[in-house]
Structure formats: C-alpha cells, structure tokens
C-alpha cells in the first residue's frame, strides 16, 4: 500500500487554483497533480473529493484508481453514495483497480451497506474482478426492484462463470425489463461446458421474446455456445421473425453451428428483401459446406441486384470450384 503523507503544504499557485470559485480551475488542478506529485499528491485528492462539485469530485475518484492507502479507500467507499452516478461509477472502478486485493473485498462489504443506484454501481466495479465472495450478493441483487441493479448484478455474475452464476442468470430470461433480458441473453455466451445445457435452454426461450432486441442477443449467444441441439429454434427464427436483424443473427448462427438442417432455410433466405441478410446466409452455407447450393450461389452472383452480395457469392463460388 502506498502511505499517505498529509502533513505538508501545497505550493502556494497549487492552493489558490483548489480553491478558485470555478470548478473548472479546481478539476484541472486536480488533473495536473498527477504530473507533479507522487504520494503527496493524496492530499490534493482527498479534498478534491468533497468539492462541492460533482466534476471535481469525478476527477477526485478516477484520480484515486489504484492508490490503496487507507484514506483513498475510505474515500472511495463514500464517493460509492455520491448524488451523481457519473462520479459513483468513477469511485466503484477505482476500487476494483486496488492491486492488493483489498478492491474485491471492500466492493463486497459495501454492497452489503449500500442502497439503491449506488448498488448498481459497486456491481459494476466488480464485474472484472472475478471475486468469489460477489457470488452469493449479487445473485440476491437479481431480485431487487431497481433494473439498473439487476442487469449489473447479471455482468457479475456472467464474469464469475459458476454453474450457479449460469443458472442464476437463466432465471432472469423472462424479468419484466427488456435491457435486463438483453443483459441475460449475452451473458449467457459465457457458460462453461457444464452450464450451456441450462444456457441453451433459457435462449431456444429468448428467441420467442417480445422484445426483438432480445431475440437478437439469443441468437448470437447461441451462435457462440456452438451447441447443435440449438439449431432447430435457430431455423425457425431464420425462417419465420418478424425482424430482418433476428434473421440475420440466426443465419450466422447456423453457420457457425456448421448446421446442414438449416440448408433449406439459409436458401430461402438468398431471396430475402434484405441484401445483408442475402449476404449472411450466403456466407452460412459457405461454413455449412454444403454445395447441392453451388448453383444457387451462381444466381447470385450473377443476378443479385446488390453489388456486395454479388462479391460476396463469387467469392464463395471460385473458392468452391478452385477446390472441387
């Protein structure tokens, strides 16, 4: 831990800008200790850390990344109930920098004391830290009433890739919040081989949500999981969304489930309005391998009135032929 040394005067030009009625003054001061001081510069951060500004207060904490003496982390951890989010985000990634250790564990204390958006923030300092003891909190945060604190309970969790953390983040696939069923549907892609069949089972779900951003980030997961027994709800959502971007992400899904089922459907989708999704589907069969479609692929490459579906078919055809 660095020791705090707080018993010295700052320059007197130092001083007069840390206390200049404009916080703009006081942030750039704050800014520029970085460059002139080394632990003595705490000082400077820890009364810039009750400026009545939130601007300077936010230079405050990023400023304080890393520094572990005690009265950085007790400043911190008060800047984590900060009336601005901006400087209680700042504070909680500040903490996580912390290269002893002690981030992790004063994160989790307090979480434990925290209350509302300030919460949301403490989780969000926690996703990267891969803190063992955030397991059991943040699994209860996924039941508390602020969405915001949800979703970032949903990033921890998907970080720690536990069975339990999976499963836990499963169960939230259905919440009455969209962005926390988004958050769910990506973090999902992070499940270790004995989790994706609870994984793959909350996404094959996803696919049927109303929100058709949901189903979007379901497709892609499962495209990641690169689990075959998704590719039957990946065909139907191929062949029967109501969203272009869902079929697209489906399509290269199946591409690269490598699935030879889905065949029929990614040549359907050669015909479709969408030139990207020509392009994706073109691109899945080209990864299927499958070349009972060559001639289909020709048509395209030849007809298709979008110039980058047209490359991108030629492409696959003179690859195809020159290792025929």
């Known amino acids: ?3 705090a040394k707080l018993d010295f005067e700052l320059p007197p030009l130092l001083s007069a800008r840390l206390a200049d009625e404009d916080p703009a003054v006081r942030r750039i001061a704050v800014r520029e200790v970085n460059d002139e001081f080394d632990s003595e510069g705490l000082a400077v951060y820890l009364r810039a850390s009750r ?22 982390v007790e400043s911190l951890l008060a800047l ?17 920098e912390l290269r002893d250790g002690e981030g ?20 969000s300092g926690l996703r990267k830290l891969r803190e063992p003891a955030a397991l059991a909190p943040a699994i209860a945060a996924l039941d508390e009433p602020l969405s915001l604190v949800r979703r970032e309970a949903i990033g921890v969790l998907a970080y720690l890739r536990d069975a339990r953390a999976i499963a836990a983040i499963a169960g939230r696939i259905t919440d009455p919040s969209p962005e926390v069923r988004r958050a769910a549907a990506g973090a ?6 004995d989790a994706r069949p609870v994984a793959r089972k909350a996404l094959l779900g996803a696919l049927r949500d109303t929100d058709w951003e949901v189903r979007e980030a379901a497709a892609v997961t499962l495209g990641k999981l690169l689990d075959p027994a998704s590719a039957e709800g990946l065909i139907e959502a191929l062949l029967l969304d109501e969203y272009w971007q869902v079929r697209l992400k ?3 899904a199946l591409g690269l489930l490598k699935a030879r089922a889905a065949v029929p459907a990614l040549s359907k989708a050669l015909d479709h309005a969408m030139s990207n999704l020509r392009k994706e589907a073109a691109n899945a069969l080209e990864a299927v391998g499958d070349r009972s479609v060559l001639p289909e692929l020709q048509r395209l490459a030849t007809c298709d009135p979008d110039l980058d579906v047209r ?5 696959i055809v003179n690859a195809w032929q020159a290792n025929h």
Do not use: H, T, Y
């Not at 984590?80 to 996580?96: G, K």
């Open 1 to 3: 831990m660095v020791d």
């Open 51 to 72: 400026d009545p500004s939130a601007e300077v207060r936010l230079e405050a904490a990023r400023a304080l990344e890393g520094i572990g003496a005690l009265p950085a």
């Open 80 to 96: 984590l109930d900060d009336a601005d989010a901006e400087v209680r985000q700042a504070a909680a990634l500040s903490l996580a």
């Open 104 to 123: 992790g564990a004063s994160l989790v204390r307090a979480l434990a004391s925290s209350e509302g958006v300030s919460r949301a923030a403490i989780l």
């Open 188 to 193: 999902l892609g992070f499940a270790e081989a």
């Open 250 to 252: 489906a399509a290269n």
């Open 311 to 315: 490359k991108a078919a030629q492409r």
